[in-house]
């Protein structure tokens, strides 16, 4: 029980999907602030679970928000994952690792080329050596309403539309690779494919809990090794043409039920 009073508590915020939308992250930002005791917040882990960009208008100024937090916030410590829509915006710039076996990106697209006319691949400069996710992410789909969502897809798959104007230039243009600055470029580069917090208390209905956190963009397989899947996450190895961890939807552990 001593040990236990001595102990200093650290709060950990896990913040989704921002998409683009800087005032509800600004708005969520003044929330964790008012509702969180001043010196636990300035001390906090905020871990970013990734999906930083499409679909809302402001992608850019939200990688700006998130980037200033470090100077901002010195005491607090920032962990940037990377979602499955960062990757493809990665992707189409060139800043994801090389294949570890040395294979061309080109090799990604076989397992999904049945789906390249209807999702109108990119096929502009650079097309040759882009990663899939690139080339869906940065593609013109054809069939522009998306029917799950009750809504028109905004260029791509990706809904990426958004992201290419946030940089001043229009969808599916290889002048985004220009446009994006390098401080961004450093941001989608470093961000990582999971990250492990050990010893995490949580709030159960039972009682208090601890716990050892697994933070990843869509969540974990099920039916696979967890420790081989942390050594995939860890090495972010690009010769898988969908990272199912950063984009499964049905196939993920404790995915929350769409209502």
Sequence with gaps: MGDQAVTPKRVVCCIGDVHGFLSKLQNLWSNLETLIDP????????????????????TRKVIDFLISLPSRYPNQTHVFLCGNHDLAFAAFVGLLPPPPDGSPFSGTWKEFDQNEE????????????????????????????????????KGSIYDAGPTFESY???????????AVPDDHKKFLADLVWVHEEDSVWIELPEGRKCCKLIAVHAGLE????????????????????????????KNVWDIPQVV
Aim: aromatic residues 10%.
């Design 39 to 58: 010196l636990a917040f300035q001390s906090a882990l905020i871990i970013f679970l990734g999906d930083y960009c499409d679909r809302g208008p402001d």
């Design 118 to 153: 209807r999702e109108g691949w990119y096929k502009g400069p650079g097309y040759e050596s882009m990663h899939l996710q690139g080339r869906r992410w940065a593609g013109s789909i054809k069939d522009r309403s998306n029917h799950a969502k009750g809504m028109e897809y």
């Design 168 to 178: 001043g230039v229009p969808h599916g243009s290889a002048d985004l690779v220009k």
């Design 222 to 249: 099920r039916g696979k090794g967890v420790e081989e899947q942390l050594k995939f996450l860890k090495a972010k190895d690009t010769r898988i043409s969908k990272v199912e961890c950063l984009s499964g939807r």
